[in-house]
């Protein structure tokens, strides 16, 4: 158990040290700035309207149960489809069948 922290540990250090080290380049810390002030707003926003969040995952809610409603009616749809096909192709090969075999009596096998 021991050594599973220290691995924590120093992934952890790890990752300080190299966030450190590369704000030393000033486009990057440029970018972590702006980053920052945008999540600050949005969180500041967030917690003065937190009825956003939610009317936002009622929306994604409801557009994900009407995606789901479809594809399960597509299902359906194909899957009746399916079963359709899967009663006629006997007895289009049947009628197939007997055609040919008209034919053959007809006409005898003189397509050799």
């Known amino acids: ?3 599973r922290n220290k691995l924590v540990e120093g992934i952890v250090i790890g990752a300080i040290i190299g966030g450190a080290v590369s704000l030393f380049d000033k486009e990057t810390r440029s970018s972590v700035i702006q980053g920052s002030k945008k999540l600050k707003d949005k969180t500041t926003t ?3 309207h937190p009825e956003l969040v939610t009317d936002t995952v ?6 994900i149960r009407t995606t789901i409603e479809q594809v399960s009616e597509d299902v359906s749809f194909v899957a009746g489809k399916v079963e359709k ?3 006629t192709t006997p007895q289009v090969m049947e009628i ?6 008209a034919f053959v009596e007809k006409y005898g096998d003189e397509q050799k």
Do not use: R
Request: no cysteine; glycine share 4%.
């Open 58 to 63: 009622k929306e994604k809610y409801e557009t």
């Open 85 to 87: 096909l899967k009663e």
């Open 96 to 101: 197939v069948n007997d055609t040919k075999e």
């Open 1 to 3: 158990m021991g050594k």
């Open 46 to 48: 967030l917690i003065q």
